[in-house]
């Protein structure tokens, strides 16, 4: 028996790909999900990502929604595309609902606002249907959010383009870019 074969035996743990730019994140939240028996890889870009998935489709998914150069709900479109199999759990620290709604009908399984943990992701991987019984909110959104919300929506219309996005809004397009590395207003 050789090698490769002892190795793909022994291994028969699910596979997990986790995407995100930030490297001591991956590196942590890597380790607690080996804990949780998974076979991790982790990339930091959408193309490394699509490499990974490509020479070995994994069999969950996590994925940062802002990434270096093209946004996390492409690689979602794209895994997807690759394995309709593949559980996708979406993360993001700029949470939206327009977002939130894109990321699942491009295939993500589901989507979390950071910070999050690995319980929290192990949960989101169990799910396979909606909760009729979820809690709505007696308090409408704030303004600061209704905006943030507002200004995700238009900016998702127009594929991330922040120069058409600010025109549309009728807004300078540098406040536009400062109002997008703001955290978005809680509710």
């Known amino acids: 028996m050789t090698t490769s074969e002892t190795m793909t035996e022994v291994d028969d743990r699910p596979t997990l790909l ?15 999900m080996r804990k949780r028996g998974f076979n991790v890889t982790c990339a930091h870009t959408v ?13 969950y998914a996590i994925i940062d929604l802002r990434l270096p150069g093209t946004s996390g709900l492409t690689l979602v479109e794209k895994m997807h595309a690759l394995d309709p199999g593949t559980r996708i759990v979406m993360l993001t620290g700029y949470a939206s609902i327009a977002t939130a709604v894109e990321a699942i009908k491009l295939g993500a399984t589901h989507y979390l606002a950071k910070p999050v943990d690995a ?6 991987f169990e799910r ?3 909760d009729a019984e979820v809690q709505i909110s007696s308090h409408p959104l704030s303004v600061g959010r209704l905006e943030w ?6 900016l998702n219309e127009n594929k ?3 120069s058409v996005t600010a025109r549309i809004l009728k807004m300078h ?3 536009l870019q400062r ?3 703001k955290y978005p207003a809680k509710t």
């Open 18 to 32: 986790i995407v995100d730019d930030d490297s001591t994140f991956c590196t942590v939240l890597a380790n607690a």
């Open 160 to 162: 991330g383009n922040v």
């Open 149 to 154: 919300e507002y200004i995700q929506r238009v």
């Open 128 to 130: 396979t249907s909606g």
């Open 119 to 124: 319980d929290d992701i192990m949960l989101a």
């Open 47 to 59: 193309d490394h990502a699509l490499e990974c998935a490509e020479s070995c489709a994994p069999e």
């Open 179 to 181: 109002k997008l590395t």
């Open 173 to 175: 397009r540098r406040t």
